[in-house]
């Protein structure tokens, strides 16, 4: 087990580190056209609505949940200190969770058993699909066996991940958590791995910059008030829309 | 004021025929393509109609354009909170079947089939999956009228016509229909634009043109809504929206854009109108019945000194400033005040501008006597025994205009947001240049009358003339005019010339290096 436990705490991660760095940046600024949400709603407007309205917000409250418990472990801990508090953060996560199977489910069915999906869907959605059931089902499993998953994350996976990140993997303490809790975090390296590969690239493209710019965009090729005064050098800069 | 010029178009409907070589012409250029078959980014459809696609006009439905709240205008199915809310499923995005499920046949079956019993035929497949489908819905499945229980009762701007109005409207001798030719109206309050959750589309500012950047649209299909004349499109192969491109390689290069230089009605004028940038918003948010006007108010008078200088200022170039005042677009817009923008009411601006049709041309059916002229035909000449005449002639033709065949309701909720004295006006003037030039060439108008219809409509003789010389007479170049794009800046638009200069010459858009 020792090699195993070795190539999923200490080589994946760094391997899908790599891989979702490199993968990203190159996609971002070579394959722009290539990153799309590729939303199907066009072709089936119904049945999706009960796919990816309740995926879409419980894995945002589940991931956010994590990242919480990562970037604040003594603020999870000390919320967590009272167990009215803990009862809450865990039932909640747990419901966004199911709300996040049963919308990935429906997605999933939905996708295969409409004609007209079949040409938009290709082999990464099935591997994307298959791996993000793994995982909720892996997750869930974890937080109704291995209570209470928002306390024993903030004081042994974090400062594994801590570890990873400060580039001296610590794996003495993860190494003992169950199997399922190994699948989990393979699992995650793993989809982190992909992303560059598959549909899972919108999720970095989130257009947060339309909460603060204007409404209305107006784009000029060349600034409009020096290209007539003949002072002006002659092309200043690149033009800005390509 | 901040003077900007905008490439503006003037459709003039009485001249439409409704022979789709425009659709054809775009479509053979632009979208015969995988995921874009079913676009049509000009479309011509039949009024009364649901048009293309269904309903678009109703924005219960589509959540389309702008509204006034509070005194201020926001997207009514799109904006900030709603649009990054409703990303993850959009509830008003018009769906592949609202629009029509492409198609074509499988014309090898003609050809290929074995010998049989029975004849081969060519079954129709759906572009999208391949397999037979029963076709149900086209682009244009209501053309002139046809299925008009199905289509031309379910259009939206029937909603404020009575019912016996309605009947009326569908009486087999008393039916009337024109064309509505459709593109992307290159609005100046784009709503398309404001609802782009990435930033992606954009207007030109030299031009006008709005443009979808492919590399930076991410399929949030947020412009699908808030467009509400359903004219940015989601390719579903590709993932991005796309739209009209009003032929801007064409434009850059002198030429009239597709659909309007294959025109066979040459209904299509094209040309600059300067305007004011810095009252947009206030023109789009004006009151209801005050629309048109205020849109028309922030056009400029391209000979006014004012306007000139500050274009100047503006960057705005000379080749640009004379093109805005030989434009067509100024004349029919501003001058003669006949054309009017298509839905005001989504407060989008739009540059497209119709001029309303007749519908038909106002006449009255009276009985004469033919038996003089039956007698001088041959005996082998056909006679007819038909004592009617279709007079546009008669003194109570002036009268009618409330009498017409098509409800002017119907019109003033398609140009002007309901107002009806808007549309009469622009009617009276189009009547008065039809009794002056029948004066003028036929003569049986009496010049009191003919005078009188023009003081009436508010044109003097000579506008009369040149509304008619535009109109029924005009070249190429007096239907188009084109300001330079001054080609050097215009190629970089889309690159930086100065990358390949001194290096390995034309074709590499990257600079050329030795190899390692």
Redesign the interface.
Same mark, same amino acid.
């Given at each position: 087990m020792d090699y195993l436990d070795n190539f999923i705490l200490i080589a994946l991660p760094y391997i899908a580190l790599t891989v979702f760095l490199v993968g990203t940046i190159y996609c971002y600024t070579n394959r722009?056209?290539q990153? +799309? +949400?590729? &939303? &199907?709603? !066009?072709?089936?407007?119904k049945r999706? !609505?009960y796919g +990816?309205?309740p !995926?879409?917000?419980g894995i945002v409250v589940v991931f956010f949940g994590h990242l919480t418990a990562f970037l604040l472990p003594k603020g999870v801990l000390a919320w967590n200190s009272q167990p009215v508090r803990l009862m809450i953060l865990e039932i909640t996560a747990f419901i966004f969770a199911i709300s996040m199977l049963v919308g990935l489910v429906n997605l999933v069915i939905r996708r295969y058993t409409t004609?007209?999906l079949?040409?938009?869907t290709n082999y990464m959605d099935l591997v994307v699909y298959i791996l993000l059931i793994i995982q909720t089902v892996a997750g869930l499993w974890i937080a109704y066996n291995f209570r209470w998953g928002s306390s024993w994350f903030s004081t042994l996976l974090t400062p594994y991940l801590y570890s990873i990140f400060k580039l001296s993997p610590d794996t003495t303490a993860v190494a003992l958590l169950p199997w399922p809790v190994k699948l989990h975090i393979a699992g995650a390296y793993i989809i982190i791995g992909l992303i560059p590969f598959s549909r899972l690239m919108?999720m970095l493209?989130?257009?947060l910059?339309?909460?603060w710019?204007p409404?209305?965009?107006?784009?000029?090729?060349?600034?409009?008030?020096?290209?007539?005064n003949r002072r002006t050098p002659w &092309?200043l800069q690149?033009?800005k829309?390509? | 004021m901040d003077v900007r010029s905008q490439i503006a178009m003037v459709f003039h409907l009485d001249k439409c025929i409704g022979c789709h070589t425009c659709s054809i012409a775009c479509k053979n250029i632009w979208t015969d393509r995988k995921g874009a078959e079913y676009m049509w980014w000009n479309n011509v459809e039949t009024k009364p109609g649901t048009g293309y696609p269904s309903k678009w006009e109703d924005q219960e439905i589509y959540k389309g354009g702008w509204e006034k709240r509070n005194g201020k205008i926001h997207l009514k199915g799109a904006g900030k909170r709603r649009g990054l809310v409703n990303i993850f499923y959009n509830p008003n995005l018009p769906v592949i079947d609202d629009y029509y499920e492409p198609f074509t046949y499988k014309y090898l079956d003609l050809i290929e089939s074995p010998e049989g019993d029975d004849q081969p035929t060519a079954r129709p497949v759906s572009l999208i999956t391949g397999k037979p489908i029963d076709i149900k819905m086209g682009p244009n499945w209501d053309d002139d009228l046809s299925g008009t229980p199905d289509y031309a009762r379910q259009d939206p701007n029937m909603k404020n016509i009575s019912p016996e109005e309605q009947e009326v409207m569908f009486q087999l001798e008393k039916m009337a229909f024109f064309y509505l030719p459709r593109i992307c109206n290159h609005c100046l309050n784009p709503a398309c634009v404001a609802s782009c959750p990435s930033g992606a589309i954009y207007k030109r500012g030299e031009d006008g043109i709005v443009l979808i950047n492919q590399q930076v649209c991410r399929a949030w299909r947020m412009c699908v809504t808030a467009c509400p004349y359903k004219k940015s499109y989601f390719n579903w192969h590709t993932g991005k929206s796309e739209k009209c491109i009003l032929c801007y390689p064409r434009i850059e290069s002198g030429l009239a854009p597709a659909c309007m230089h294959s025109c066979v009605g040459r209904i299509r004028y094209l040309g600059v109108l300067l305007y004011d940038a810095s009252r947009i918003e206030e023109a789009a948010s004006a009151d209801e019945k005050d629309l048109v006007k205020s849109q028309l108010d922030i056009i400029l008078d391209p000979f006014d000194e004012e306007v000139i200088r500050s274009a100047k200022e503006n960057g705005v170039a000379d080749s640009t400033l004379h093109a805005a005042q030989a434009s067509p677009i100024y004349k029919f817009v501003k001058q003669w005040g006949l054309a009017l923008p298509l839905h005001p009411e989504f407060r989008t601006l739009p540059m497209l501008f119709y001029i309303p049709p007749l519908l038909p041309v106002m006449a009255t059916v009276k009985k004469t006597d033919t038996s003089i002229e039956v007698e001088k035909k041959t005996p082998m000449a056909k006679k007819w025994n038909n004592d009617w005449i279709y007079d546009t002639s008669t003194e109570e033709l002036w009268g009618k205009l409330h009498q017409i065949r098509f409800p002017l309701k119907y019109i003033a909720s398609l140009f002007s947001a309901g107002d009806e004295e808007v549309i009469k006006d622009v009617w009276k003037k189009l009547m008065a240049v039809r009794i002056h030039r029948r004066r003028v060439t036929v003569g049986d108008v009496s010049n009191e009358k003919a005078e009188g219809t023009l003081s009436d409509a508010g044109i003097t003789a000579e506008m009369a003339d040149a509304i008619y010389a535009l109109t029924s007479l005009p070249k190429f170049e007096e239907r188009f005019v084109i300001p330079a794009a001054h080609r050097e800046q215009a190629i970089e638009m889309m690159d930086f010339t100065g990358d390949t200069k001194g290096s390995a010459g034309f074709g590499f858009k990257s600079a050329v290096k030795r190899g390692v």
């Open positions: 722009k056209f990153i +799309s +949400s590729l &939303s &199907s709603e !066009f072709l089936e407007g999706l !609505f +990816s309205v !995926f879409h917000w004609a007209r079949k040409p938009v919108h493209v989130y257009p910059n339309y909460l710019r409404y209305q965009q107006v784009i000029w090729n060349w600034d409009r008030k020096k290209v007539r &092309s690149r033009p829309n390509n | -």
